[in-house]
């Protein structure tokens, strides 16, 4: 080239071509959308992200600042393919373009489900969806809190299946159910009804459901967050998940106690049936009835099989009476055989020994014989009071089960002329004379009329007893 070629070119300094490099790029590419898969991912303390867009052939470097990096509803995340918003520039202390991001998108659907799989894997691997944590929920719940928009359809079905179940008490947490402040105002309201003391101004909930109306898997995001997931799996109060339609699944699903397929059904797992429960306690109480009817004819057939067995009054008495009749003669005849036989030895040892001897023997004989004669008597009224005790309890014993206690109840005794009891009304005559013996005295009565018969039916007849003279 010429010198004066050379003279004519202008003149930069490395910091004059590297800011004239930013604008001309800058003003190139001030808003572009760029798609590829993260790599070299690093979250820098200071809050800003770095990493690079890579595609089967190039790298782009991207940087995202710390205000930006907290609104993003999409985190980064090595190897997720995702389609990246901002604006291209330059960095001039190392001659490197690179995009300033604003917003980050997953790259389609399929993107989206491999971010969605990779996070149930971890939080799987963590425990958070064992079946060993999963609460029964409440038979009948007092209160119950409802995690859902005020505004949505989703209150008002909830509202209305409880209130044609079984009315309970509603707490509503206020929330925004998609969005960037979705997934926070969710977590924080599980963790909020969770915090309430029992026993406060506030109840605390029994139960709590957190619903959604149906939508896209994008609107439904924010309850797949971990902030979600895990707020559900910390819960103290049994949880039932009702997000999206029977279709629609999100992780909160599987951290929850129980699953309801829509809002209504959540309302309808929360309360059982009130007429239904009537119905049942009614039924309880027919059949504690029967039951107790029943037990209380097994008893009073059981009884009368038991008096029909029973021996007589007379006859149960029979033997005791007799004993104390022998016992009565055994006595007398031993007593007088006592008497004897110490008469005979006084009379042997009176003809053995003097006069002064026997009269010393006979004294002391005399008062062997006084004693004997005494601790006898005192044996004899023993025995007579014991038996005379036990005769007393046997007489009582027979009064109670004798004819006569039931006379006392207004009960009577019939009897024919030849003194036989008439025990039936077919037995009784017409004109037949009777005794009717009654607890104070006897009656005498005439038979009227033939015996009315009895009536087959199991009821009580309208018609009364009859009249039997």
Request: proline share 4%; hydrophobic share 40%; aromatic share 6%.
């Amino acid at each position: 080239m010429s010198e004066a070629a050379r003279a004519n070119l202008p003149e930069f300094s490395v910091s004059e071509i590297s800011a004239a490099l930013k604008r001309t790029v800058e003003d190139a590419f001030a808003f572009v959308r760029v798609r590829g898969e993260i790599s070299g991912l690093k979250f820098h303390s200071s809050g800003h992200v770095y990493f690079d867009l890579k595609d089967d052939k190039s790298v782009l470097n991207a940087v995202i600042w710390r205000g930006t990096a907290q609104r993003l509803k999409v985190k980064p995340q090595a190897g997720l393919e995702v389609v990246c918003t901002g604006r291209l520039t330059t960095y001039a202390g190392s001659s490197r373009y690179q995009i300033v991001v604003e917003q980050v998108e997953l790259a389609g659907l399929g993107a989206l489900m491999a971010m969605l799989e990779e996070r149930k894997k971890k939080l799987t691997a963590e425990g958070l969806f064992d079946a060993a944590h999963k609460k029964k929920l409440p038979f009948l719940p007092e209160v119950i809190g409802v995690i859902t928009s005020p505004t949505g359809a989703v209150i008002r079905d909830i509202m209305h299946r409880l209130n044609a179940r079984f009315p309970r008490r509603v707490l509503l947490w206020p929330v925004a159910v998609q969005g960037e402040r979705a997934a926070g105002e969710v977590a924080a309201a599980i963790r909020g009804f969770n915090a309430i003391a029992p026993g406060g101004p506030v109840p605390r909930p029994d139960l709590l459901i957190v619903a959604r109306g149906g939508g896209s898997i994008e609107d439904l995001m924010a309850f797949n967050e971990e902030s979600v997931v895990r707020a559900a799996f910390e819960s103290t109060i049994p949880l039932i998940s009702a997000v999206g339609h029977e279709t629609d699944t999100t992780l909160i699903d599987f951290a929850a106690d129980v699953r309801a397929p829509t809002p209504t059904a959540a309302a309808e797992l929360a309360v059982p049936v009130r007429s239904e429960l009537l119905n049942q306690t009614l039924d309880f109480e027919r059949r504690v009835q029967r039951s107790f009817v029943k037990a209380m004819e097994d008893r009073r057939r059981h009884l009368a099989q038991l008096a029909r067995i029973l021996p007589r009054a007379d006859s149960l008495f029979a033997q005791p009476r007799q004993r104390l009749d022998y016992a009565g003669e055994r006595l007398a005849t031993a007593l007088r055989r006592n008497l004897q036989l110490h008469e005979r030895r006084l009379t042997r040892a009176g003809s053995a020994l003097r006069p002064a001897e026997l009269r010393r023997h006979l004294k002391q004989e005399g008062n062997v014989l006084a004693t004997l004669g005494q601790r006898l008597l005192r044996g004899q009224r023993t025995r007579l009071q014991d038996l005379h005790k036990r005769l007393d309890a046997l007489s009582r014993i027979l009064e109670t089960t004798s004819y006569r206690s039931a006379l006392d109840r207004g009960y009577a005794v019939i009897r024919a002329e030849d003194g036989s009891i008439r025990r039936s009304a077919a037995a009784v005559a017409s004109g037949e004379h009777l005794t009717l013996t009654f607890a104070d005295g006897n009656v005498g009565a005439t038979a009227d009329g033939a015996a009315t018969p009895k009536p087959k039916s199991k009821g009580k007849s309208s018609a009364g007893q009859g009249n039997l003279f």
